[in-house]
């Protein structure tokens, strides 16, 4: 069975770093494409980044970039979003998730993990 499961969230402070981390089970990660989204309270859910499975390209949203750094660690099954400079924007509930096609728009991808909560708060 193909899951997705999300780490490293948590509570930081404005200006401070977490590393999200999804790893994956029943299915090999560097055959897939993988996008991170988030979804805030009351709003719905964005595209933060994506790595392509093809050519390791990646994407960010224009909020997010510079700031944000997605990886893969193909050895762990695992891909990581880096996140600095965090604000208080940037809480939400952030999701990995996986398919063929490296895209920032939710809808095209089949599998997902259940969210990791970020909140930056001071």
């Known amino acids: 069975q193909l899951q997705l499961v999300e780490s490293g969230g948590g509570l930081v402070q404005p200006g401070g770093s977490l590393r999200l981390s999804c790893a994956a089970s029943?299915?090999?990660?560097?055959?897939?494409?993988i996008g991170w989204f988030r979804q805030a309270s009351g709003k719905e859910r964005e595209g933060v980044s994506c790595i392509s499975s093809s050519d390791g390209s990646t994407y960010y949203a224009d909020s997010v970039k510079g700031r944000f750094t997605i990886s893969r660690d193909n050895a762990k099954n695992t891909v990581y979003l880096q996140m600095n400079s965090l604000e208080p924007e940037d809480t939400a509930v952030y999701y990995c998730a996986a398919d063929k096609m490296a895209t920032m728009e939710a809808k095209w991808y089949r599998y997902w993990g259940q969210g990791t909560q970020v909140t930056v708060s001071s």
């Open positions: 029943g299915f090999t990660l560097d055959r897939y494409s």
